[in-house]
């Protein structure tokens, strides 16, 4: 699989901003749909659709330019 986009030899402001916030917020994964497509659910019960592999989707919206809270918690 070719990756889309160049190697960063380090994470971005945005990525570890994400990073800290996917550390201290409680969220969980609640269904694996595929061995790369997840649902995270969020304290508040609401449900994120996660695919993981050579672009980064999220129903939150996030996740296609930079990593969103919920692509962070699925890689972690």
């Given at each position: ?31 694996e ?16 659709k996660?695919?993981l ?24």
């Amino acid at each position: 699989m070719k990756k889309n986009g160049k190697f960063r030899v380090h994470p971005t402001p945005a990525f570890e901003t994400c990073f800290e916030e996917a550390q201290s917020t409680r969220l969980f994964m609640v269904q694996e749909t595929g061995p790369t497509k997840f649902v995270i659910e969020n304290d508040e019960q609401q449900k994120f659709k996660v695919e993981l592999g050579n672009t980064l989707k999220c129903s939150c919206g996030g996740g296609i330019e930079e990593h969103c809270i919920h692509t962070v918690y699925s890689f972690v």
